[in-house]
Structure formats: structure tokens, C-alpha cells
């Protein structure tokens, strides 16, 4: 038997001046639901068992013939006695991050602003407008149950918001994103250097950024091309700027514009890269933001979009009722609606060629990994560092 | 290091915008779980302290409070261990989810019945 998994110790998180200050105690609690976090993927192995040895044989015992759609299964599983136990831990434990993350840099909400604003002084590459409003799908919900979402402003210049999320991503996903939880945008950059090494792109768009941690990875491997983030939330990009000068990449220019309505001209941009970030957004304005991308993409250019797999008549029943339990329990209410749009027909309705849409499976590139042979795991739906990415080029 | 200006431990415990679920039946099960999930928790963090004042202590004879807070560990063992004792303190505590778990795999009789069918043996 291979040696148990275990997640990495918090503090193998890389340091930068914008990670907030930890005591002894607080990294402990963070050790403690990353740990906490794993168990529970294995207490879900018991939401299989329970569907197949007694929901799934009580409703066809019931109704004379098995489920039919996974909101069926939803209803049945909710009555289901593990479920509930497991369903209780699992939104307890996401609350009692938020809780850990929250409590320790609010505390020093005041001193991060300041080392932000000491980075950010100046400089050209961070742009922000007072006028630009988070768009309403993000008002309605605080996805991931984040409290006051990526925009609240708790003081004046805050960066809280992303300090939390900074050092708490690491807990959810316990480590598997690498030391600056950048495995997605390792992974992707890493892809389009050795599958397309002739593409040279000279200005890059990265939407819905937040705190940039996904786009660092491929500004530093475009070293020579100008690379634009955007996002809605004022503490994200204050903070991913300041993170961003002192990490010593200094070709991202961070701006705060809305990713339906932006200000960049047409056939602007050789590619235009979302990351985790098209599930956060909403039912119609998911159409309206790949218009804009079709519009700002140059002919010859690419768009990629790093997702969860969508939902598929080969994927069962319980595995996308399963799948769903984050977009109601841990608010991120558009994945399941969005799982149910074919992503070719997205990027056709928005004027790509249908022969031109392609879809790829990556997986993160995790810079803690030590390359030692793991205990097989399950699988912990929705938390997975594999991905989904889908696209096209512009033609 | 504290701010005055901003109310932390109040603002850390804030809730989400949405209606927040409750899984069981008795929403009042649900509230004693999350008391004892955080004091479950509390504990792993104190634990956790006892563990680096034990291991400095044995080092050096003598411990600081700044040592303490500066203290990570400093093996990949040690960081090993320590995983270790979350990953076996959180099965102990959740022992009756696996026993169910253990239950639904191998469905065993009561005891009631066991005594009725050893009365026949």
C-alpha cells in the first residue's frame, strides 16, 4: 500500500510581500481543513454507495422505473442519511475556511492596503475606474460563499478580499494548485508552448483575472508580449498588481473593466484566456462575453476557457447530480446551468467556425509535487485540478 | 497586529449572500455540528501548538514566544507527522461516518437478532 496522501503544510506557500502575515495558529487552522477538506472526499465515496445499495433501489421500487434527470436524484439523495451528514461537513468545512481566511486578514486589513499601495505607486500598469460596477450575476451570490464576493471594500483601497483568497485556495484545493496556486495557468501556457511553439502572441487578453494568479504564468512565458488583465473587483486587481511587481513581472497591465462591455478595439488581441471564470458569470451574459471575445480576437488569434467538464449524456446521473453540489452549496449557482450548454454551440452563436472549436483535457502543473508514487485517491468531484479547456482559433 | 478600524472577528463570521441549506432535518442537529466542527477545529490548532512548544522545547531546552510564532516545520518528516495526526484526529472524530459508511457496504443484523439466532446455536 502506498503511503497516505497528505496535504501540504500551508506554509509551502510561496511567499511574496502580499500574503498576508500568518501566526503560529493560523496556519494550524488552515493545516487542519486542508486536512479536513481530503477526508471529506473520501466520506463522499459513501454517496455512491448509499445511491446504488439504497436510493436508486427504494425510487425503483417506487416509481417502476429508474431516475431520469439529475434534479431527480437530487431530491431522492437529499433524503438519504449520509448525504446529509456528508453535505453538512462539507458546507461546514467551506464556511470554516471562509471564517479562517477572513479573521486573519482583516485583522490586518489596514497594513495590506498600505503594502499595496506602496507597490502599486506610480506605476502605470494598474487602472482603475471608480464607474465600473461588478455586473449583476456577481451582486446576486458570494460564489464560493465568500463573504461580500471579490468587490466589497471593507475600507477604503482594500485588498482584503484577495488576501483572503490567496491564502485560502490553497486549503480548498489542499495544495494541488502548486505554492502560488498558478497549476491552471502553468498548465495552459505550458500546452501552447509545446503544442503550438510557432505561435508568437504579441498582446494577450486574460479576462476575469482576480488576483492574476493564472495569468502570471503566461506572461512569464510571453515574456515579450504585453499582456492585459481585467476584472471587475477593485481589491483583486490592487492586490494581484502588487503581487504581480513583486514577483518582478512587470508585463501585465491590470484594469478594472467588465468583461461584456470593454473598451479594446476590434481584432485586438492574439489570445484572449479565461480561467475558472466562465462559471462565474451568468445565463445571458455568457453569450454577450464571447461576442466581445470573437470581436477583440485578431484573425489567426485563439481563445481558450479552462473549465469543469461540462455535462454529458455519457456522464451518469449521479456524477453531475454530484458535480452540482458545489453550484448550490458552495454558491456557485451558474456551473450546473452553464454544464448544460455545449460549449461548441457557445463559440458557434458567437461567430466561430464550428470547425474551428476544440476542446482538451489538462491537468495542473503542481510545483509541490515530489514525484513520489500516491495512494490512489477518489475522486473529489468539482475540486479536481483537471480541467476541461475549449476554444478556437479565429479564422 | 491589530486595526481598529475594521471589526475583524466580527466581520470574519459573516454569512453569504444566499438562503444557507441545512441538510438534515432537525436545522438545530445542524447548528450543534458546526459548534463542534469549529471547536474540533480549535482543537487541531492547539494540538498543532502543543507539538512545535514540544519539539523546540526538546531542541533547545529553552523557548521563546517569538520562536514559537515563527516556528514551521523544518523536515519534510515533520511536516509529514503533522499532516499525519490532522489526517487520524479528524477520522477519529468523524469515526461513526465511516462506521455507517462500513454499515452500507455490509449490512449486519442487530444484536437483538444475533442473540435469537446464538440462542439456536
Redesign the interface.
Known sequence: MAA?N????W??MAKHAMLP?T???E???Y???A??N??LAH?S??NQ??FD??VEPDFKKDHGRGFTTREEVKEAM?KD?????????R???M??R???G??LV??????LKEKAESLNKGKKTLILDKECQPPPYLL???NH?????YHTE??EGDVSAAANYDSGVFVTTAGLLGKFNDGGGKAISHWMKTTHSEFKPKRILDIGCGMGHNVLPIAMAYPEAEIIAIDTGAPMLRYGHARAMDLGIKNVTFMQVEASQTPFEDESFDWIQTTMFLHETGGKSIYKIMEEIYRMLKPGGITLHIEQPQYTDEMSLFEQFIRDWDA??N?EPFWSKMHDIMPDELMTKSGFNKEDFMQIGVKAINDLD?GKTKADEPEDHGRSPVWNVFGAWKH | MQNSSVDYIKLASNKAKGKRPYFFEDPAVERVLNITMAIAGELAVARERIDTLERLLEKKGIVSREEIEHYVPDSAIIEEERQLWHSEYISRVLRIIQQEMEELQNPDKTVEEIAEDINKM
Request: proline share 6%.
Open positions: 497516505k497528505l496535504p501540504p503544510v506554509n509551502k502575515e501566526t503560529h495558529d496556519r494550524a487552522r493545516n487542519f481543513l486536512s479536513l481530503k477526508h466520506v465515496q459513501g454507495m448509499a445499495k439504497r437529499k442519511p449520509h448525504y446529509q451528514a456528508w453535505s453538512a461537513l458546507r461546514c468545512t464556511e470554516m471562509q471564517q479562517a477572513r479573521s482583516l485583522r490586518q486589513a489596514e497594513d446576486a451570490v458570494d460563499l465568500m463573504p461580500g464576493s471593507v475600507i448550490y452549496y454558491s515530489d
